[in-house]
């Protein structure tokens, strides 16, 4: 910390300023070309079209006010690159498959569940115990197993989240257009819990109905994204920010833009007549309306929690950082576009891993504002980041200890924490950072040695998608069969389809 302190004296930074607010933005299966600040100096018809339907000015100022990260990479789905940037780890060091909630390995009581290890460490604890307030918000899905597996157990003292890949935006039930799955409840459970200090269990609110689905208020009570941002409102309005010692670290981990695609009725008219209004053309996909129209949802949420942050007084010395979990997914349903990168969700090519993330707030130097950093960044720094920030020493203790009853028992070991040190100093100082000199491990199948980088094995969606996508021929093509669609489809924890040709079901093309 000596070293590190030192440094940003050196730069004239944050010496004499206490430690920043963190306000962790965490989308879910964002594309690469869904976001404003990719979609700038369209030159084609197309191109024109795809960037006036992408409606994020929020985010694009904070852009502007801040620094883009270009280069950093997370893992091809969810639940591993979740469980990465909550311990710390690449993902295959922590979790390698989207396992069902209730999958267990009784052999194993500490890796064997879902999510992550129960004896490692998570991010909360790491801030915690350098003096933040931790709260969390939105979906988790890093295990539920046991209570060392929920968002208290990984160190946030409230949380408001669902523990699934997905639920439903409206009734808050696992449905299969949320998650692909049947479950072996048949999805019958209501996925919505609270924890905090006198509670942990199911929320039980009024709104966890779909009353207000039909309505055409902008944002409606019973939207779940509506509740989340109300939760985080909350958090922000009730912390005390004279109390410089115990800053806010508050995690908000969006469901947008993850399927079913769902949105207020108001949002899903207004980005067809804004896109008219500009000039552009009628959109000629249904699932990538509504998909455009969620991120426009997205992007006021944030503007509104930065605006609390705001009025607070605590904006100046806030860091904001935002990224999403994976690339976006390119079948039916899922309906992002990674455009110019190489397939999506569920592939290591480009646009399944490397994943749109800046940083802004006012706790960027100033000299750093509006710039791109070229460095590699990966998801498994922001722990260490974090810990940096916090003052904390980011080595994970508690896996050590349970490293030695393992050994003895024969079973697999905990890896050690991956997050480089450095990275946040490099990101300010417009270096390379720690990751420069060595490869990154992005999966078992790929591996990045900037700028070369090396895929293996068998591929899903290895395809480039266009400006606008999907679109028309895309339905004509699901419509023959030809695909894309998705490739998870389980039935009481059974795939289905391992046979390319056989998850060709139609019940995956266009819900609403
Ligand atoms: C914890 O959550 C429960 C259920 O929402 C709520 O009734 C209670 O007031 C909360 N307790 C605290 C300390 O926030
Ligand atoms: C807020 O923090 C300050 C500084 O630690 C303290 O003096 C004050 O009592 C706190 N206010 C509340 C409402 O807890
Ligand atoms: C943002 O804040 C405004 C003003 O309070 C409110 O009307 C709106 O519902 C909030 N949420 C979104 C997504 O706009
Ligand atoms: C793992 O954590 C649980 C809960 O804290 C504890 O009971 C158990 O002894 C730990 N196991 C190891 C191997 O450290
Ligand atoms: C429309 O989608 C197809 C794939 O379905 C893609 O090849 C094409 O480039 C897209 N068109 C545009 C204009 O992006």
Redo the contacts with the bound molecule.
Sequence with gaps: MAKSLLFFCALGLASAKSKPHILFLLADDLGWANIGYHRTGAQTEDEKQGALEVQTPVIDQLVAEGVALDRHYAYRICGPARSALLSGRQAPHVLVKNVAVTAQNRADPVSGYAGIPRNMTGMGVKVKEGGYRTHYTGKWDAGMATPEHTPFGRGFETSFLYFQHANDYWNKKTGIQATGEITPCLNAFHDLMIENATYRGPYKGADLTDACKHSYE??PSCYEE?MF?DHSLEIIKNHNASDVEHPLFLFHAFHLLHTPLQVPRYYYDQIEKDVISKGGKSFDSENRRLLMAMTK?MD??I??LTKALKAKGMWDNTLVVFTTDNGGPIYVPGSANNYPLRGGKYSDFDGGVRTATFISGGYVPAERRGKVHEGIVSVSDWYTIFSELAGVDPTDTQAEKANVWLKEKGLSQLAPVDGKKGQLEAIFSGSPGPRATEPLFLSGNALLDFPYKLVTGKQVYMVHTGPVFPNCSTISSVKAGKGPDFIDFAVLEKKVGQNPQATRTKQWSLPL
């Design positions: 902008p944002t509506k941002e949802y006021d949420t503007g509104n």
